[in-house]
Nanobody
Framework: QVQLVESGGGLVQAGGSLRLSCTTS????????MAWYRQFPGKQRDVIAT???????NYAEAVKGRFTISRDNAKNTVYLQMNSLKPEDTAMYYC?????????????????WGQGTLVTVSS
C-alpha cells in the first residue's frame, strides 16, 4: 500500500515563506505526475501545481511566480516552496501522485493522496 505524507505546514505571517514536503512509502515501481492541491473551508480541492516525471511544471494563476514545485525522483518526494504568502493562501494543502506499484504492460497508475497539512497565513 502506497502512502503520501505531507509536512511543513504551519502558521506564518503574510510575506513569509514555507516549504512543504510530501514523502512516499510503500511498494513503488514508478511515479508519473505529482501535484499539490489546496482546499479552502467549504470549497472543492483545487490543483495549484503539478510536475511530471521529467520535470515539466504547471501552476495555477493564483500562485504563479510565488510558489515553486520540485521533486526528487530518487527519494520519490515532492516539494512546494511557497514565498510571499498571503492570508488568502490559508488552506489545507494536499499532495497527489500517480503511482504504479508494479511493472505491467501498460503501466497502471493509482491516484494516491496525502492526508493534508494546514497552512495558515496571518495578516
Amino acid at each position: 500500500q502506497v502512502q503520501l505524507v505531507e509536512s511543513g505546514g504551519g502558521l506564518v505571517q503574510a510575506g513569509g515563506s514555507l516549504r512543504l514536503s510530501c514523502t512516499t512509502s510503500g511498494t513503488i515501481f514508478r511515479i508519473n505526475t505529482m501535484a499539490w492541491y489546496r482546499q479552502f473551508p467549504g470549497k472543492q480541492r483545487d490543483v495549484i501545481a503539478t510536475i511530471t516525471s521529467d520535470g515539466s511544471r504547471n501552476y495555477a494563476e493564483a500562485v504563479k511566480g510565488r510558489f515553486t514545485i520540485s521533486r526528487d525522483n530518487a527519494k520519490n518526494t515532492v516539494y512546494l516552496q511557497m514565498n510571499s504568502l498571503k492570508p488568502e493562501d490559508t488552506a489545507m494543502y494536499y499532495c497527489n501522485a500517480g503511482v504504479a506499484t508494479q511493472l505491467t504492460l501498460p503501466l497502471r497508475y493509482l491516484e494516491v493522496w496525502g492526508q493534508g497539512t494546514l497552512v495558515t497565513v496571518s495578516s
